[in-house]
Structure formats: structure tokens, C-alpha cells
């Protein structure tokens, strides 16, 4: 039997995958700008489109790559509900999200590596924000929430030793597509405090424009938003032991439990 993943193999893949999702997702918003830059091409939803399918590829490449090292969270929201839901032990949840975060880091400096000055001067670096004219720090909160209550809900009804197995990854992504197509044109559809910030401080360092104000709102709604999406399926995902289940899933008693995890 192979030993388990160290605490270093995990904290590696975590930052590897968030900075995987931070290069590809947000850096399609960054180059969708450059591109719309320079022909003059309004946004419309065949780009949102785009972007959104960019983020559900890379979630289901990096999940699938790592899910079986570090649990594939790669997202702070994603790791807190789950120790909050006592799925993840709280001693391993601060080295989680500090690589979250460096890997966001990370990310978000190679979409300037890659795209250059115009990434922040055209295109916000990636970086999400809503419109404070016509929408409150309450709202834009409330939002995110409600996006990151979806995703996390969806990853932990996928986790779960009943779902069919060997679909998690598509899910996950097929669920970040989904939010970003109705959260993107409100607040960016953030929906993961790293993938947040490592766009903030590359773009703050870059010499970009960064509405500070509007950070706690969204800090806030994704977590608060998160741990209630990880204790919303708990509830209601209880059976009792001697309980007949009706799905569509195969026998619960065949399928091993799995190892907590995934993304946004």
C-alpha cells in the first residue's frame, strides 16, 4: 500500500492548482480585455461564455491532477467549510490557505508575465469588482455568497461516498460554469477568496487601479457564503443508518469513502 501525500506533497499541489486556475480562468478575463482592447469589440456573452468555459477546464484538469494528493481544494472557502463541517482537520487549514494563496499569487503574476502592461491597464489584471454606482457593498456580498454557497454545496453533494464515482472534477467545473454566466456580469463571479486577492495584489503591484473598499465584500460573501453551502448538504444529506436510499447512484456500501475535496 503506497504511503500517503506529506504535508509538503499537499501544500505543493494546492498551490500548483490554485495557481493553474488563477493563470487560465482568470487570465482568459485579462486577455478577453487585450483582445477587446485592440479591435474594439464590445463584451458580450459569447466572451463571458468563453471565460467560463476556460474556468471549467482548468478546475477539472487541476482537480483531476491533484484531488488524490492535497484533496484538490484550491479554494480558501472550499477548506474552511470543510473543517467547519469536520471533513478537514483545523491544524492543516492555515498551511492550506497560505499556499492557496501564494499559488494565487503565483498565477496571477504569470498572466502579466504572459500578457504584459496592457493586462492591467486594458484589463484589470483579472481582477473581479462591481459596479458601486449602481450596487452596494450589501448586495455585491450577498452575491458572492450565494455563488460560493452553490459551488461549495455541489462539491461536497460530489464527495460524498453515495454520488457516482469518478465525476467529481466535471461537476465542479460544470458548476463554476454555471455561476460565472450569472454572476460574472454582477460582481466577476470571484467566488474564491485566493483567486481574489492574487489578482488584487499583482494588479495593486502592477500599477493598476484596485477599489479596496470593495474587498471585505467579497471576502466575506465567499466565506460566510461557503461554510453554509458545506452545512447546508450536511443537513439535509443525513440518512439515517437504516434508511432505504432511492438514487440513481450505484450501492453506497460499495463505494469506498473518499477523501475530502475540490475546488473554484
Not at 491544524?91 to 490557505?97: H, K, L, M, N, T
Not at 447546508?232 to 456500501?253: F, Q
Request: aromatic share 8%.
Amino acid at each position: 500500500m503506497a504511503a500517503p501525500p506529506t504535508t509538503p506533497q499537499k501544500l505543493l499541489a494546492e498551490g500548483l492548482g490554485t495557481a493553474f486556475l488563477v493563470y487560465v480562468g482568470a487570465g482568459s478575463a485579462a486577455a478577453t480585455g487585450v483582445i477587446a482592447a485592440g479591435t474594439k469589440v464590445a463584451f458580450s456573452m459569447a466572451q463571458l461564455g468563453m471565460i467560463s468555459f476556460a474556468f471549467m477546464l482548468v478546475i477539472v484538469g487541476a482537480v483531476y491532477a491533484i484531488g488524490h494528493i492535497s484533496g484538490g481544494h484550491i479554494n480558501p472557502a472550499v477548506t474552511l467549510a470543510l473543517a467547519v463541517s469536520g471533513k478537514f482537520p483545523w491544524r492543516e487549514v492555515p498551511g492550506y490557505i497560505a499556499a492557496q494563496l501564494v499559488g494565487a499569487i503565483a498565477g496571477a503574476a504569470a498572466i502579466f508575465l504572459t500578457l504584459g502592461r496592457v493586462a492591467t491597464v486594458a484589463a484589470g489584471g483579472g481582477v473581479t469588482k462591481y459596479n458601486a454606482a449602481s450596487m452596494g457593498f450589501g448586495r455585491a456580498s450577498l452575491i458572492e455568497a450565494i455563488g460560493t454557497f452553490m459551488l461549495v454545496f455541489v462539491i461536497f453533494g460530489v464527495i460524498d461516498h453515495r454520488a457516482v464515482p469518478g465525476w467529481a472534477p466535471m461537476a465542479i467545473g460544470a458548476i463554476v460554469f454555471a455561476i460565472i454566466i450569472i454572476l460574472g456580469p454582477a460582481t466577476g463571479a470571484a467566488i474564491n477568496p485566493a483567486r481574489y486577492l492574487g489578482t488584487v495584489f499583482m494588479q495593486s503591484g502592477f500599477g493598476g487601479t484596485v477599489s479596496w473598499a470593495q474587498v471585505p465584500a467579497y471576502l466575506i460573501g465567499e466565506l460566510v457564503g461557503g461554510v453554509l453551502g458545506g452545512l447546508a448538504y450536511v443537513t439535509i444529506g443525513k440518512v439515517r443508518a437504516d434508511a432505504a436510499l432511492t438514487s440513481l447512484s450505484p450501492d453506497p456500501d460499495a463505494i469506498p469513502e473518499k477523501v475530502s475535496g475540490a475546488t473554484s
